[in-house]
C-alpha cells in the first residue's frame, strides 16, 4: 500500500484538493457531499436536532459507475471515510479513526450505492453547541489519490434568551407620562410617520442572525406580533432599538398597553415570551372642570348619624365627560398631610354623558365612623377609560362629622333601629299590651316610652323631641322640658287610633335631639308589633287572629323534618267569626341570619298558598292545612321563617299575628342547602 498523502484542513477554504499521482482509475466529476437539515445560515436546522441524528449524502460520480461494473482490483472498491472535527487522513485499519466508511474492510459497495451515491448518520449526541466541521476523505482503487472536502455547519440544541429573558425598555418619560401624541419620536427612515423606541438588551446566547418578533396588545391573551427585526452582523451583546409605529396604536383605548418579545434563533429554536413592559397609552384629553362633591341629604353640611343610612353622595357633570370614564370617590382626613385618600366607591364606565348628575353612590357608616368629632375631605377622581394616566382630581368638599347617637353608639349598624334603646308599649283603655281591640278604639291609649336604655342607662336631656309613629300615624311630643326620672306616657288619641288603619302594624319612636347650629342628631327605636281592630265580628273577634302552628314542630325546621313531611305543615286554627266565603291564604317568608327576625328578606324563599274557601263542608274543622314546598325551605337554608295568614273578607284582608321559625337545612357535611332529588 502506498503511503497516503497527510491533509491539514483550512477553515477558509470549502473544497481541497490533493495533486492527483497517476492512477489507473481516477476520480471523475468528484461525488458531490451535503448535509441533511443544513440551513442556509451554515446552522442545522432545529427539526433535524430533534431526529438526534445527522445524515451526509454523498452522491455518485462518473468514476465510480463505471469502475463499479469492472472486475474488482486489489484495492476493491474506492473508499470513503468521515471524520468529524479532524483533518488528518484517518487510518482505514482503525475503524474509531472515523465516524463513518465505506469500501476496504467496510461494507462493500452495492449496486444502488453505485448507482445513486450514499448516506451516513452521525448521532446528534456527539456535537455539542458550536462550530463543526466533517471532512470526507475519497479514496480511489489505486489508493495513490485523495480528494478531501470539508463541510462546516454550527449546531445549537436549545432556545436563546435563558430562564429569565431580559424587559423591553422604555424611556422614562413613557413609564411617567405614557405615550401621548406629543412625546413619539420621528422615524429616522421616514421623518413624517412618528414611532415609539424601545430598547431591546443583550440576552443570553445572543447571535446575529437572531430575529425578534415584536409583541403588542392591550391585555397578555391579545398579544399579537407587530414587527419581526433581525440581530445585524457584529450587533450581539449590544443594546438594540426597536421601534414601534404610531399607527399600531390607533386601534387602542386609552389605558395600560403590554410589550414583549420573543426569539428565533439561526437554528430556528424559538424563546418563550419575555416578561410583559406595561405603558400606558394616553392620547386622549384630560378631564377638567371637575367641581366638588354634593351631599343632597345634608342640611349645612353637618354628617350626622340620620342621614349615614346610607350618606348620599352626587357627583355633578363635568366639563367635558366621555364615554368609559371612571369615576372614584374617596374620603379623606383633613389633617393637612399629603397622601391619597380611602377609596369609598368606584363606577361603571360611563355609558351616559349627559346625565346629571353624572354619577352618584353611597356611603355606610363604617366607612364614616373613623371621622367621627372630625372633619372628612371628600373628593373624586376620574380617569379616562382604562388610563392611570389621564386622571384627575375634583375640587374637594370638607364637612365636619357628630355620629354622637343618643342611647349610645347603635350595635347593629348598618340597621337604622339603635338596638340599645328598649321598645315601647301601647296600653288600651281595655289593659291590653300591644293591642286596641273592640270598643276601646273609641278611647285612646298610652304609649309608654322607656327612659333608660337596655343597659339601664339613662340617656334623655332637656330639648329631646320624642315622635311616635304607630301604623299610618304619628304623634310627636313637645320639646323635654327636665330630664325625666321616669318612663315617659305619650296618648294616642282616638283621632290617631283611627288613622292608625286595622289589623297588625309596627309602632317605633324617634328621639332627636337639636345641635346648637340648627342640625339635630337621632336615634330610632326597635319595631313594636301592634294590632288594631274596631268590629269583634272581623275574623279572629276580639283578640284578633292568632299565629299559625307548625304541625311537625321539632323547633327547628330541620332536614329530617321536611323529609317526614315533604316540607312543612303549618295549620290554621279555627277562629273566631269564621264563616263561608272567606278565604285563607298562607304566607311564608324567609330572612337571613339565623335567629335573626330583622334580617334581609331572601325572595326565592317566599312562598304564597293558594287560597282556601271556608264552606259548609270545612267550616267545622279544627285546623286547616297548608304546605309549604321543600324548594322555599332550601331556598332560605340558614335563617328565619316568618309565617302569617291572612283571611279575605269580601276584599278586606285580616292579617294574622306572626309565628316566627328558626331553619337550618344545611349538609352537615358539605354545609349547602341542595333540594334533594325527591324534591325536584
Known amino acids: 500500500m502506498k503511503k497516503k498523502s497527510k491533509v491539514t484542513a483550512d477553515k477558509e477554504k470549502d473544497d481541497i484538493q490533493h495533486p492527483s499521482i497517476d492512477s489507473s482509475v481516477p476520480i471523475v466529476n468528484s461525488p458531490e457531499y451535503s448535509i441533511v437539515g443544513l440551513l442556509a445560515n451554515g446552522y442545522i436546522s432545529r427539526d433535524t436536532i430533534a431526529q438526534n441524528n445527522l445524515t451526509v449524502n454523498v452522491g455518485s460520480w462518473q468514476g465510480l459507475v463505471e469502475n463499479g461494473t469492472k472486475p474488482r482490483n486489489r484495492a476493491g472498491y474506492p473508499q470513503i471515510y468521515l471524520r468529524l472535527d479532524e483533518s488528518a487522513t484517518p487510518d482505514a485499519d482503525d ?19 453505485i448507482a445513486n451515491g450514499l448516506s451516513f448518520t452521525l448521532d446528534v449526541a456527539l456535537l455539542s453547541e458550536k462550530e463543526h466541521f466533517i471532512i470526507p476523505f475519497l479514496i480511489p482503487l489505486n489508493l495513490d489519490e485523495q480528494q478531501v472536502t470539508r463541510l462546516n455547519f454550527n449546531v445549537l440544541t436549545s432556545s436563546s434568551g435563558g430562564d429569565v429573558m431580559p424587559l423591553l425598555k422604555f424611556d422614562k418619560k413613557y ?5 401621548t401624541d406629543l412625546n413619539l419620536k420621528d422615524d429616522p427612515t421616514a421623518p413624517s410617520k412618528k414611532v415609539l423606541p424601545a430598547i431591546l438588551v443583550p440576552y443570553y446566547k445572543q447571535r446575529d442572525g437572531d430575529k425578534i418578533d415584536l409583541y403588542l396588545g392591550d391585555s397578555i391573551a391579545s398579544l399579537q406580533i407587530v414587527d419581526t427585526v433581525t440581530i445585524g452582523d457584529g450587533e450581539s451583546g449590544k443594546n438594540k432599538e426597536v421601534t414601534f409605529d404610531k399607527g399600531l396604536f390607533d386601534t387602542f383605548a386609552d389605558g395600560p398597553l403590554y410589550f414583549t418579545y420573543m426569539i428565533t434563533n439561526p437554528a430556528g429554536f424559538v424563546s418563550p415570551q419575555a416578561e410583559h413592559t406595561i405603558v400606558q397609552l394616553a392620547f386622549g384629553d384630560l378631564p377638567t372642570g371637575l367641581v366638588e362633591p354634593v351631599l343632597p341629604d345634608i342640611k349645612k353640611n353637618l354628617i350626622t348619624d340620620e342621614f349615614i343610612h346610607p350618606l348620599h353622595i352626587d357627583i355633578p357633570i363635568y366639563a367635558n365627560p366621555a364615554l368609559d370614564d371612571i369615576i372614584r370617590v374617596f374620603f379623606k382626613q383633613d389633617d393637612g398631610l399629603a397622601g391619597d385618600g380611602t377609596l369609598i366607591s368606584t363606577s361603571p364606565p360611563l355609558e351616559d354623558p349627559t346625565q346629571n348628575p353624572i354619577y352618584s353612590t353611597e356611603a355606610v357608616y363604617n366607612q364614616i365612623k373613623p371621622f367621627d368629632q372630625k372633619s372628612v375631605i371628600i373628593y373624586y377622581t376620574v380617569s379616562r377609560g ?22 349610645g353608639p347603635n350595635p347593629d349598624q348598618p340597621a337604622k333601629e339603635n338596638g340599645n334603646l328598649q321598645a315601647l308599649t301601647i296600653t288600651s283603655a281595655q289593659g291590653e299590651i300591644n293591642r286596641i281591640t273592640g270598643p276601646a278604639v ?8 322607656p327612659y333608660k336604655t337596655r343597659k339601664d342607662e339613662a340617656y334623655l336631656a332637656i330639648g329631646d323631641v320624642i315622635s311616635v309613629t304607630v301604623g299610618k300615624a304619628t304623634v310627636t311630643n313637645p320639646p323635654l322640658i327636665a330630664i325625666p326620672a321616669a318612663d315617659i306616657t305619650v296618648k294616642l288619641t282616638v283621632a290617631n287610633i283611627k288613622l292608625a288603619g286595622e289589623g297588625d302594624m309596627i309602632a317605633q319612636y324617634t328621639v332627636r335631639r337639636p345641635l346648637p347650629d340648627t342640625n339635630s342628631i337621632m336615634s330610632l327605636s326597635p319595631k313594636t308589633g301592634i294590632f288594631i281592630t274596631s268590629n269583634n265580628s272581623n275574623p279572629g273577634g276580639k283578640n284578633g287572629l292568632t299565629a299559625p302552628t307548625w304541625k311537625n314542630d321539632t323547633g327547628v325546621i330541620t332536614v329530617s323534618s321536611v323529609k317526614k313531611y315533604s316540607g312543612c305543615d303549618f295549620r290554621v286554627k279555627r277562629y273566631e267569626n ?27 324563599a317566599s312562598y304564597k298558598s293558594d287560597p282556601l274557601e271556608i264552606v259548609a263542608g270545612n267550616i267545622d274543622d279544627d285546623d286547616f292545612a297548608f304546605i309549604v314546598p321543600p324548594k322555599n325551605i332550601y331556598a332560605l ?10 283571611v279575605l273578607v269580601a276584599g278586606t284582608s285580616f292579617k294574622s299575628s306572626e309565628l316566627l321559625k328558626y331553619c337550618d337545612v344545611s349538609s352537615a357535611s358539605s354545609g349547602a342547602c341542595t333540594l334533594p332529588t325527591i324534591f325536584e
Open 95 to 113: 475503524p474509531t479513526d472515523y465516524f463513518a466508511g465505506k469500501g476496504a474492510k467496510d461494507p462493500a459497495w452495492t449496486a444502488a450505492e
Open 175 to 179: 413609564v411617567d407620562n405614557g405615550i
Open 386 to 407: 382604562e388610563s392611570s394616566l389621564l386622571k384627575e382630581p375634583s375640587s374637594p368638599l370638607t364637612v365636619p362629622v357628630n355620629l354622637t347617637i343618643l342611647g
Open 442 to 449: 273609641l278611647i285612646e291609649a298610652d304609649i309608654t316610652i
Open 578 to 604: 269564621i264563616a263561608p266565603g272567606q278565604m285563607i291564604e298562607l304566607i311564608f317568608e324567609g330572612t337571613e341570619g339565623y335567629e335573626d327576625e330583622d334580617g334581609e328578606k331572601i325572595p326565592a
Open 637 to 646: 337554608c340558614q335563617g328565619t321563617a316568618h309565617v302569617t295568614y291572612n
